[in-house]
């Protein structure tokens, strides 16, 4: 692609747009994406929340020397944080290769300010695209404005950020609001004579974490909900056992567990079976996650727990059409996209929304 050798000469002014998103099929939650699943090349090289690792896969490392070529840089929370990243990192991953037209360089970080230094290298090695699914939604405006100055264009997957929408070219992200309050409207018209709920919460200050929570948070105000605990686990399973353990150790009394994904859910199921303490339908504390990983859809089938809302992992193919697009010089047509997304009830889940939707 071309290099950005006039880049200091041309401060340009982008207009773009803003949004948010997360867990699916591809085919199920859009008519226009197409599902990719499959390489083992994808399993990521992140390794822990706090270490930032970049990555050029083999495919993407292979540089054409052609002038066709589209250097794209992508910053990517941890891999192994959920089933979820994993199944985005390997969306992404698929897309973003030599055979399709890319150099690709992937960073991984769950805290933003790696992710910045990350952004900032990426700018400085000359990329025609920074890729940018931020751990936090705020601290961006400086970086972006980097690279508008140095000709690189930002498009948003998966998550939201707090900044200028002229900073931005286009967003493809799931409304983590309206999947926080679909999921809460479900638990509402459950009619319990009483809620009293274990919280648990992803990483902090994420646009994930921001739009489940709140959506409860309000209602409990609201409707006079009791929170017995409300803590992060960061998306851990082991961390959310510990949580629900300590609630149980204390002797509090809860019969809903509302954990912002499928993996903190099991580990919290994982302290009610140690203490025999049943769940799902019909049974004594309902479940709640978020994601649709198929393992835990399965769960639903089973009526070990209650509610998944989705979150849809595949932002690649979007992307590829965008930068296609800005590459022709075309006009979007809009620059925010929505992951379509639903939640899905135990009673009402069948094999086919399984095999569909389970990531």
Known sequence: MKKKLLSLVL??????GLLVGCGGNEAASSGDATSTASS???????????????????????????????????INNDPNESGYRTAND?????????????????????????????????????????????????????????????GTKVILFDRTIDADPSLYE???VSDMAKEGETAVE?????????????????AMGSAAQ??????????????????????TATWNAETAQ?????????????????????????????????ANISHGVGKDVIIMGYDCNKWALEELLA??????????????????????????GETLSEKTIIMDEKGFDATTITQEDVDTYGI
């Open 11 to 16: 401060a340009s002014t982008m207009v773009a």
């Open 40 to 74: 083992e090349d994808a399993t990521s090289t992140a390794s822990s929340e706090d270490a930032t690792s970049t990555d050029s896969s083999a495919d993407a490392t292979s540089t054409a020397s052609s002038g066709d070529t589209i250097k794209v840089g992508i």
């Open 90 to 150: 390997k969306s992404m991953k698929e897309m973003f290769t030599a055979e399709n037209g890319y150099e690709a360089s992937f960073a991984y970080s769950l805290k933003n300010d790696e992710q910045i230094a990350s952004a900032q290298k990426f700018i400085q090695d000359g990329v025609d695209y920074l890729l940018l699914s931020a751990a936090d939604t705020a601290g961006w405006d400086s970086v972006l404005k980097d690279a508008q100055a140095a």
């Open 170 to 172: 286009a967003s493809i």
């Open 186 to 202: 479900w638990l509402k018209g459950q009619g319990l004579s009483e809620y009293n709920i274990i919280h648990i919460q992803g």
């Open 210 to 231: 921001i739009g489940r929570s709140q959506a409860l948070i309000d209602t409990a105000e609201a409707d006079g909900w009791t929170i017995v605990e409300q803590q």
């Open 242 to 274: 510990q949580i629900v353990q300590s609630v149980i150790d204390r002797g509090d009394k809860f019969n809903v567990i509302y954990a912002e994904n499928d993996d903190m859910a099991k580990g919290a199921v994982a302290a009610l079976d140690k």
């Open 303 to 328: 009526g070990n727990w209650n509610y998944d809302g989705q979150c849809n992992p595949f932002q690649a193919s979007y992307i590829d059409e965008i930068i296609k697009k800005l590459e022709a």
